[in-house]
């Protein structure tokens, strides 16, 4: 395998491994800019991970998995949303508790059902989402040298959800900055009391922030289960959720930097992918959990040398109490 052949597969598995980490970012991206800070996102992954699998095994379609994922990941989003906004509840104590029940619930329900430890049945056929193939790829990678090689194998051959991630970050950077609605979003994240006082509702546009919240933690977690996996696993989400917050912390809460740190993440797991068993000149072989580590050890990296200098919604955090 060339150098060029090598990057572009790196590449490819670079942009597979960062979509659940996109979708967790642009939800965490939308409810923080409303002003409801969110650590829950690991959990709704994991439970629209669990629904999406077993929808798709009792139907046999990848799509009624994803809507079944989403679905659930919405159920939970609002579950979260009433604590925190109707309640004016504790919202790192309410998104602790959704990543416990999602933990907890999907490997309960999973273990009585299929009797599997929690994990469901392999799908396979139309109960998976398959790879499209883009117009063009098959020729440009013999036509066009280079260029049609990077298209063929980078951007072609994905499954549906990974090409609505992408559009969920034009979608959400679209709507957040040149929309009325998303002006009103950001605005209740900075000041909702000058929002109440035009006559907004402010939990109506928290609740509608959490709410797009769990769609697209709902598009991440079906893709892990029914496009990037054959099945759920119980805590298949690994951490993403986390890393998916840190992307946004170091992105500053922009849409376009937080893709950009989510494809860094995916990059640095592609590249510990490809170096488990090498044996590095002057190191030797690297044992694998070093290896595997890289990803949450730039985590850290990045939180600490940007947490200081990111700058969060001034109403992040704070639930708001109407003035009498």
Same mark, same amino acid.
């Given at each position: 395998m060339n150098l060029l052949q090598t990057i572009a597969v790196v590449l490819d598995s670079t942009v597979r491994l960062s979509i659940p980490l996109i979708c967790a970012a642009m939800a965490g991206l939308w409810s923080e800019k409303a002003g409801v800070v969110d650590i829950g996102l690991e959990g709704k992954m994991l439970i629209a991970a669990f629904a999406a699998a077993v929808a798709a095994h009792v139907s046999g379609s990848a799509w009624a998995g994803l809507g079944a994922g989403i679905l659930a990941s919405v159920a939970l989003a609002l579950l979260h949303?009433?604590?925190?906004?109707?309640?004016?509840?504790?919202?790192?104590?309410?998104?602790?508790?959704?990543?416990?029940?999602?933990?907890?619930?999907?490997?309960?329900?999973?273990?009585?059902?299929?009797?599997?430890?929690?994990?469901?049945?392999?799908?396979?056929?139309?109960? !998976?989402f398959g790879e499209l193939a883009l117009p063009f790829a098959q020729g440009a990678r013999t036509h066009v040298p280079g260029l049609g090689l990077i298209y063929d194998e980078v951007i072609s051959g994905h499954a549906a959800p990974a090409y609505l991630a992408f559009a969920c970050v034009l979608a959400?950077? #679209?709507? @957040?900055?040149?929309?009325?609605?998303? @002006? !009103?979003?950001?605005?209740? %994240?900075?000041?909702?009391?000058?929002?109440?006082?035009?006559g907004i509702s402010v939990a %109506?546009? !928290?609740?509608?922030?959490?709410?797009?919240?769990?769609? @697209?933690? %709902?598009?991440?977690?079906?893709?892990?289960?029914?496009?990037?996996?054959?099945? #759920?696993?119980?805590?298949?989400?690994a951490g993403r959720g986390f890393i998916a917050l840190a992307a946004v912390i170091f992105a500053n809460w922009r849409p376009w930097r937080a893709l950009g740190a989510c494809l860094l993440f995916g990059l640095l797991d592609a590249v510990a992918i490809r170096l488990q068993g090498v044996s590095l000149p002057g190191i030797g072989l690297v044992p694998v959990e070093a290896i595997q580590a890289l990803?949450?050890?730039?985590?850290?990296?990045?939180?600490?040398? #940007?947490?200081?200098?990111?700058?969060?919604?001034?109403?992040?955090?704070?639930?708001?109490?109407?003035? !009498?």
């Open positions: 949303g009433f604590a925190a906004i109707t309640w004016r509840g504790n919202q790192i104590v309410s998104g602790v508790a959704v990543n416990m029940l999602a933990a907890g619930l999907a490997v309960v329900l999973g273990n009585a059902w299929y009797g599997q430890g929690g994990r469901t049945p392999p799908l396979d056929g139309a109960a !998976r959400t950077a #679209f709507l @957040l900055k040149r929309t009325r609605f998303g @002006l !009103r979003i950001r605005a209740v %994240g900075e000041n909702p009391a000058a929002v109440d006082a035009a %109506g546009l !928290r609740y509608a922030a959490v709410a797009i919240c769990g769609l @697209l933690c %709902g598009l991440g977690g079906t893709y892990l289960a029914v496009a990037q996996s054959a099945g #759920f696993l119980p805590q298949m989400t990803p949450y050890l730039m985590t850290i990296v990045l939180l600490a040398g #940007f947490i200081g200098k990111a700058t969060p919604p001034k109403a992040s955090g704070t639930p708001y109490v109407k003035e !009498r």
